[in-house]
């Protein structure tokens, strides 16, 4: 990730899908290993797959239904409205 504007590579990418669904990674992992007893390292592995694909899915359903859209702010600098929507402040 570029410190000066947002530019996202394919390892930035992997990184934010880990970090937004690690909670379903880790819950997935929980009951996979607790569904399989004899073969529990294979359930593990099988639960935290299915609950990071979950989670992702969930977050994904979130950010498109309406209370998942960010709101508007206008900034103003001086007279002017400094925002990615301008026509949206007038």
């Not at 934010?16 to 529990?40: E, F, K, M, S, T």
Request: proline share 3%.
């Amino acid at each position: 990730m570029s410190d000066i504007g947002p530019i996202f590579g394919s390892l930035d990418f992997a990184m934010l899908a880990l970090i937004i669904g690690a909670p379903g990674l880790v819950l997935g992992a929980v009951v996979g290993a607790l569904a399989w007893h004899r073969r529990r390292a294979r359930g593990t592995l099988i639960g935290a797959g299915g609950g990071l694909l979950i989670s992702l899915a969930g977050f994904v359903l979130w950010k498109a239904s309406p209370s998942g859209e960010q709101s508007q702010s206008c900034i103003y600098y001086g007279n002017a409205v400094v925002s990615q929507s301008d026509a949206y402040c007038r």
